[in-house]
């Protein structure tokens, strides 16, 4: 199976790291682009026994079965219509972008092309969707994030909070729907947009957002309702070691996605 790598960071490096070392040798990195080719080419360069090349999004779409979209919020729109529009599939990372692209399930459908959402962050989004084949009655996000994380953060700057001062104990910096959760933290709030997805919707996800200086990682509770099921539960995520803003799963979650994908067991609903 040929992958493709829209964002070459620290996600689209590990990805390139393990498939460079054997990890799924049913696929091959064919193409790799980004917002700076030259950039990529350098980084690129550090595993020499790979064939990818850096190329521009348009010739990545030609060269990929899959394109792992590991960009910016911002980037997002753009690559899956590019991406999608070709009928190819797409592994998402930076979902809030679906906030500027809100037909692209029927975009997709009309292209015979598929999405698929890595969500490494959150637990349980398997008894989610299944709970959303019944009736779910409320679903609700309590996150708690390192205080750091949002500095420069300009929806919280407009709010008048500074993360530069030391915070004594957790305040809450945002409660709304994860519509609005989207909107405000485009950098942080995939989780939100990917819990909505496998549930109940932008509009009917209840999202609580907390500065708190006692966490190592993000921390991320859902609680859910249904008639089927009640669901409790936490993921307690470790940073990444080289972006402290991101945590240590996200890597990991979209190569089990790969393999799920592409490997002949698949485990989960």
Known sequence: MR?????FGNVGQYLAARLDAGALPQAELTSVTASHLDAARARLARFPSLRARVVPLAELVEDADIVVECATADAFAGIARAVLGRGRTLLALSVGGII???????????HHARIRVATGALPGLDQVRSAAEGTIRSVRLNARIKPSTFVGEPFLERQGFDFRVPLDGPIRVFAGTAREAAAAFP????VAIALSLAGVGLDRTEVEV???????GAVHNIELEAD?????????NRPSDAN????????PSVLAALRSMIGPLHVGS
Do not use: Q
Request: glycine residues 6%; charged residues 25%.
């Open 228 to 236: 089927e099921v009640v669901l409790s539960m936490t993921a307690r």
């Open 187 to 190: 950098r942080h709030f995939n």
């Open 244 to 251: 402290p803003k991101t945590s240590r799963l996200i890597g």
């Open 210 to 216: 907390w500065a708190d200086p006692d966490v190592v």
């Open 100 to 110: 500027d692209f809100p037909d692209i399930a029927e975009f997709a459908a009309r």
């Open 3 to 7: 992958v493709g790598l829209a964002g």
